[in-house]
């Protein structure tokens, strides 16, 4: 079955930092892979998606990820965070194209400090 | 805004009890997906519709059944509860099968078990 692993429980960053959340995949096939945000109070919010292609992806909000499939991971980034980025990202894989049963990992809850 | 409404909001009930969480997804979307996230399990799938049919199944308990009518809203119901069963429940929705979609998440029920 597939998993997905954030280790990073809490992240704290000063505003106008650059941020990598890590992200790490099991699956033994090519995984679908996404980036949620969750504000408090929200429903999730998607970040950006890879399926295939360019594994550098484009996302909404200035982040960006990479694909490493050699390291299994899927980190994503953001080259200078805004006050308005502290929330909770997930990572998530699904196992089929187009089925939208997702695996999410534990979370990281990001704190951004002037 | 997401498009996919979920009411009520918020839910306290006390054990034992049975509740019905509801769900519209955005408009056309076939597909209907609910989680559950709790501070014990994280965010898990629970179960999937498509086009009024179950399409998938997660950890779902038995005491947990869903529906997806064919007007196209779901409704979770969630019968004999327990403390254990205090989280909140999202819905989920998204267009089609077999086609890289993207699933729109509701903000979500907050259900205290008491």
């Known amino acids: 079955a597939q998993s997905v692993t954030q280790p990073d429980i809490h992240i704290t960053v000063s505003e106008g930092a650059s941020l990598e959340l890590r992200c790490n995949y099991s699956?033994?096939?090519?995984?679908?892979l996404f980036w949620y945000v969750q504000s408090p109070g929200q429903g999730l919010q998607l970040l950006l998606k890879?399926?295939?292609?360019?594994?550098l992806v484009q996302g909404i909000k200035g982040f960006e990820a990479e694909f490493k499939r050699s390291q299994s991971s899927f980190n994503l980034r953001k080259p200078s965070v805004h006050w308005s980025d502290a929330a909770e990202y997930f990572c998530?894989?699904?196992?089929?194209?187009?089925?939208?049963?997702?695996?999410f990992g534990t979370g990281t809850r990001l704190t951004i400090i002037p | 805004d997401s498009g996919v409404t979920q009411t009520p909001k918020h839910l306290i009930t006390a054990t034992g009890q049975r509740v019905t969480l509801r769900c519209s997804p955005r408009?056309?979307?076939?597909?209907v997906y609910w989680y559950q996230q709790s501070l014990d399990q994280g965010l898990q799938f629970l179960i999937q519709?498509?086009?009024?049919?179950?399409?998938a199944k997660g950890n779902i308990l038995e005491r947990f059944s869903a529906q997806q009518f064919p007007d196209l809203h779901s409704e979770l119901n969630l019968s004999s509860l327990e403390l254990g069963d205090s989280a909140l429940y999202f819905c989920?929705?998204?267009?089609?099968?077999?086609?890289?979609?993207?699933?729109?998440f509701g903000q979500g029920t907050r259900l205290t078990v008491v």
């Open positions: 989920a929705s998204s267009p089609r099968q077999g086609e890289s979609t993207e699933a729109f």
């Open positions: 699956y033994g096939a090519t995984p679908y």
């Open positions: 890879y399926f295939s292609g360019d594994t």
């Open positions: 998530a894989v699904a196992t089929n194209f187009g089925n939208e049963k997702l695996t």
């Open positions: 408009s056309g979307d076939l597909s």
């Open positions: 519709y498509y086009n009024g049919e179950e399409r």
